[in-house]
């Protein structure tokens, strides 16, 4: 089952799209937010680069997300 998620930004241009390559935890106050890695795929410049971002909702390895802001980049889980 493959899950598309966006994020919405005003000021961004083209989305990106990245693919969840490991999931590291739950965040947030109550657990509501998990922090994933994802690896950027459409992009020929930013094929190898990974960021972390934090994702509510369900997700696992292997989704696709759609960045409307892909230079912001989550804290890491302490």
Known sequence: ???IIVEYDTKAG???FAKVTKVLGRTGS???VTQVRVEFI???QESN????????GPIREGDVLTLLES?????RLR
């Open 1 to 3: 089952m493959l899950k």
């Open 14 to 16: 083209q989305p990106k």
């Open 30 to 32: 109550r657990g509501g």
């Open 42 to 44: 459409n992009d020929a």
């Open 49 to 56: 680069r990974s960021i972390i971002r934090n994702v509510k």
């Open 71 to 75: 230079e912001r980049e989550a804290r």
